[in-house]
């Protein structure tokens, strides 16, 4: 039984599992009918917007600066030890993570 463990027969048995499936969600199916609704592309029902917005890199840099901020100062708090020092870190971070918030 270790066999079913090795990857060549591991994916042998997925393939023959998923080409299984695959015919008989077709059978299941039933025949289609193709239609110009069918090819045509989705666009979320409604109408595409007039101009190409280009809203730049700055809201990404503000959110990534936040998150980078944020794991930081967690992860130098979980490594450290309990002090008062670590109260005023914990401050520190919470200002600089409003100060982000706020823009």
Do not use: C, D
């Not at 199916?29 to 409604?46: C, F, R, V």
């Not at 992860?75 to 914990?90: E, I």
Request: glycine share 12%.
């Amino acid at each position: 039984m270790a066999w079913l463990l090795s990857p060549p027969a591991a994916f042998l048995i997925y393939l023959v599992l998923a080409t299984v499936l695959s015919g008989l969600g077709r059978i299941l199916a039933g025949p289609g009918q193709p239609s110009a609704l069918k090819s045509s592309t989705y666009a979320s029902g409604e109408a595409p917007p007039a101009y190409m917005a280009a809203p730049g890199y700055r809201p990404f840099f503000v959110i990534a600066l936040f998150f980078a901020v944020l794991h930081l100062g967690v992860l130098m708090l979980g490594t450290g030890n309990l002090a008062p020092l670590s109260g005023v870190y914990l401050v520190g971070l919470m200002v600089v993570l409003i100060a982000l918030i706020l823009g």
